[in-house]
């Protein structure tokens, strides 16, 4: 088996072929596939499937460099939350770690793995494709969109030491060389690999904002509200820890640095207030999980990476820790009073 893969990447690249002028039905024909198979976004469909489909494509388009040219226009915000994870980490190896981690809310079987070796660092999408399955367009696509996520990181003149695919070579490699602009090399043992250079990880990430996405924003402004002057040291600490909580657990080093601390001195001034770490951070994820499942429009997949869990069931487990119940339990019963739509 190959994995699994949410059918709303399928669904946009069956928008981006109708939007170049091609036949979405007959790309879904040739694969195998039906619209209903997609109409649920959040639907897991075979990785196998998505790139049948994929290849489909540049059959129907008539376009052999399809992969190259559709990674070069697909919106990868498709990927939702795990983008804004990706994109927004203070450096390029904290966003590509969260690339990794949270990648499994997107794929099964499949994973995104980050590598170090010597002085050179690999980015790799792991996936055991079906034998028949021509994977090329796929993994083609997808070395275009690794190199546009590591140009949003980097900026926009990056390149790779190397790109490895597994496929064959095709006769003409002139357009890769246009696009990836990068040496190639072919009959690699990953599926996709972006070599680069391992102090490329340390580079803070320009731009990158933190409370980017509206919805953060407005939970936290009302999690983090502190009426009472008394508490508002402790207010400050689980601001810092609410605005990590989402690249996984938030160590205490890491809430030390933001708040311009050294951890001595937080663990001093927490226990001062009588107050513990750990429990701190779950009460936070507590609240903000709470929060998120109040508003009907965040899938229980984000809600579960918003407060810093990779897996939807390690979530749940949490969750049921915390409250008693399980987030969609809790989610039916706040909407209802809200009278928002589940």
Partial sequence: MSGTVRAETSARLLELIATLGGSPERVLAAAGVTAADLADLDRPIEMGTEIRLVDAAAHQMGDDYFGLHAGSLLDFQVLGVLTYAVLNAPTVGTGLRNFERYARSHFRGPRISVGIDGHEAQLSFVVDVPAGVPRRQHAEASAVIGLRIMRCLIGPDWRPRRVLFAHDRPRDTSEHERILGAPLRFRQPVH????????????????????????????????????????????????????????GHPGIP?????LGLSVRTLQRRLGEQGAVFKTLIEDVRRELALRYLADGRTRLTDVAFLVGYSELSAFGRAFKRWTGSTPLAVR?????????PA
Avoid: M, Y
């Fill in 332 to 340: 039916r019963n706040l909407t209802a009073l809200s009278g928002t």
């Fill in 192 to 247: 996709l690999g972006l070599v680069f250079d391992a102090a490329d990880l340390e580079r803070p990430v320009p731009g990158a904002d933190r409370r980017l996405l509206p919805i953060i924003e407005r939970h936290l402004d009302e999690l983090l509200a502190t009426p009472d002057p008394d508490d508002a040291w402790l207010g400050k600490v689980r601001s810092a820890i609410a605005t990590s909580v989402c690249d």
């Fill in 254 to 258: 890491t809430v030390a640095r933001r």
